[in-house]
C-alpha cells in the first residue's frame, strides 16, 4: 500500500478496536489507540514519531514528508496544541502491547487490502 493518508485513516477507523486499545468505544473508535497506531504507521510508511504532553499522558503521532499526520485526533474534544516534540519507538511502546500492535497490524492488513488488492 502506498500511503495515501485518506486510505490509512479509512483503513484505521475500521481496523481500531477493544483489542488495539482498552481505551476503544463504538462512539469513540480512537481513544487510546494513538501509540499503536503511531507505531503502526511508521513501521509501514516510515517518517519520524513525534510526542505532546497531554493531561492523560504523552499522545503520539507522525511526522511524514514535511507533514504531520495525526489519525487518531479525533478522540479528542478539543483541539491540540501541537508540541511536536521527537520520540522514539521506546517511547510510544510503553502505551502499547506486543498483542495490541500485533492486533492492529492484522487488522489494518484486512482493511488495506480491498476487493481489487491482493492481500499480503
Known sequence: MHFDPDEVQTALRKAWSASTASQWTAS????????????????????DLLKTPLPAGDHFYNWIGGVRYDFTASQFDQPIAYMDLPANQAD????????????????FERQSAGPDRPCG
Open 92 to 107: 510510544a511502546e510503553r502505551g502499547a502491547t506486543s498483542e495490541q500492535s500485533a492486533q492492529l497490524r492484522a487488522a
Open 28 to 47: 469513540n473508535p480512537a481513544a487510546g489507540q494513538c501509540n499503536v497506531t503511531a507505531l503502526l504507521v511508521q513501521e509501514l510508511f516510515g517518517g
